[in-house]
Nanobody, 124 residues
Framework: QVQLVESGGGSVQAEGSLRLSCQSSIYTYCMAWFRQAPGKEREAVAVDDPIGGGGRKTYAESVKARFTISRDDAKNTVYLQMNSLKPEDTGIYYC??????????????????WGQGIQVTVSS
């Protein structure tokens, strides 16, 4: 069983930065960040696939060039660096993972494991 624990959320003013961390209980090859804004459906934000295409990171259009997903395999941790934050980035951010080789590992993937979520609030 994979357990995911997020940290690093909080409140920041627009144009500020935050870095989220997600530590997994074991190594998981496909890791991602999702978010859910108030009154909206959960959406995929960034996915890290270290295997597909020799290593591939995919991002939602709304966060490209502002957010960066990275990982430290020695710590079983994935990060989400968020820069130039906007009020519309406000929401609960979730770490997700899938550990079955051959599973789809992109923004449309079916992630099996989820963290508890962490709040990010961006004020104007």
């Amino acid at each position: 069983q994979v357990q995911l624990v997020e940290s690093g959320g909080g409140s920041v003013q627009a144009e500020g930065s935050l870095r989220l961390s997600c530590q997994s209980s074991i190594y998981t090859y496909c890791m991602a960040w999702f978010r859910q804004a108030p009154g909206k459906e959960r959406e995929a934000v960034a996915v890290d696939d270290p295997i597909g295409g020799g290593g591939r990171k995919t991002y939602a259009e709304s966060v490209k060039a502002r957010f960066t997903i990275s990982r430290d395999d020695a710590k079983n941790t994935v990060y989400l660096q968020m820069n130039s934050l906007k009020p519309e980035d406000t929401g609960i951010y979730y770490c997700a993972a899938v550990n079955k080789l051959g599973s789809r590992c992109d923004l449309g993937g079916n992630f099996r494991y989820w963290g508890q979520g962490i709040q990010v609030t961006v004020s104007s």
